[in-house]
């Protein structure tokens, strides 16, 4: 990863391999007047040993840190954030719509009721909270401080401005140097397309447009010059690039929906079943609704798709 010259001398990446399948992600180290991190890996001893010894290449450790900035509240970016604080006394912080990510609430019956609602079969539901509960052992409940959209946060000679990009989660944010360097976290990855993933906003508990929520943060950074330091693989440089690309995947599949849906009304199970049964087979079924209903949500903003409820769950149709 190779970073612009002025930011080599205090930006360092770090890389913290995981159990997930999303592979190796990346914390960053930045040290300056203050030892600040972007993210810090899941909670666990390996993570911990892993990230000690990163450190220690840098010529630091745990207990050095003073504070860790997070773009969102997934396991393998925040997980190991609480523990960190007790070691080191970082100070942590984070946006409050991660708060149930973070460990702070609890929506489950949330879930529950919109797996009834659209009548997903119990086999599913049982297999996506069983990944739920095992997700759990990698992440250490947490109250970060408070973060706003347009906030600035500083470790010194660096200060970075938070942008709320909501969509992966809804309160996913990137730290943007202002100097054609942000970081990511999420929102922009190279070589995976990121899920907008069916979430709750914890004040009104009403379910978030997930997908054009993170499509609109998508057109955001698309705009932006300069280079994005994410949270997994690559550094991008073409920004405007990869986010086109992302955007043009997710039209693409859009219209998949739309043709699916002329045939006959269908079920958020059925359109996934069909389209995505292999993921579906691989486990993958919780990556699938949301994705399948990211694009029923558009369908029905922009009106080529309707919902109605039956008393056999909610059908989709074309109006
Ligand atoms: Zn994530
Ligand atoms: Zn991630």
Request: charged fraction near 25%; glycine fraction near 10%.
């Amino acid at each position: 990863m190779l970073l612009p010259s002025w930011a080599r001398e205090y930006i360092y990446p770090l890389r913290i391999p995981t159990p997930f399948a999303v592979g190796d992600v990346f914390s960053y180290l930045i040290k300056d007047e203050k030892n600040v991190l972007i993210d810090c890996g899941y909670y666990s001893k390996k993570a911990e040993e892993d990230l000690d010894k990163l450190l220690k290449e840098e010529g630091l450790i745990l207990a050095d840190l003073d504070e860790i900035w997070l773009t969102h509240g997934h396991p393998d970016h925040f997980g190991q954030a609480a523990h960190l604080g007790n070691l080191s006394g970082a100070v942590i912080y984070g946006h409050p719509k991660e708060q149930d990510n973070f460990g702070g609430g609890d929506n489950q019956e949330l879930f529950r009721t919109f797996f009834e609602e659209h009548q997903i079969p119990k086999t599913f539901v049982n297999q996506m909270i069983e990944q739920l509960d095992w997700l759990q052992q990698f992440s250490e409940p947490l109250r970060p401080k408070p973060i706003q959209e347009g906030e600035e946060l500083s470790s010194g000679s660096l200060s970075v401005v938070v942008k709320h990009t909501p969509g992966h989660a809804p309160g996913h944010v990137v730290f943007d140097t202002q100097k054609g360097l942000i970081f990511g976290g999420d929102l922009l990855l190279e070589h995976i397309s990121t899920n907008a993933l069916i979430n709750f906003d914890p004040d009104t508990e009403q379910r978030n447009k997930s997908l054009l929520q993170y499509r609109n943060s998508l057109k955001w950074i698309s705009g932006q010059k300069g280079v994005v330091l994410p949270g997994h693989g690559n550094l991008i440089k073409d920004i405007g690039g990869v986010a086109n690309h992302h955007l043009t995947e997710h039209e693409n599949r859009y219209q998949k929906i739309q043709m699916l849906l002329e045939k006959r009304p269908m079920r958020l199970m059925e359109i996934a079943q069909r389209l995505f049964a292999e993921a579906i087979e691989k486990g993958a079924t919780f990556l699938v609704l949301s994705e399948v209903m990211g694009y029923l949500d558009w369908g029905i903003q922009e009106g080529t798709m309707t919902s109605e409820v039956t008393s056999n769950g909610i059908i989709f149709k074309m109006p």
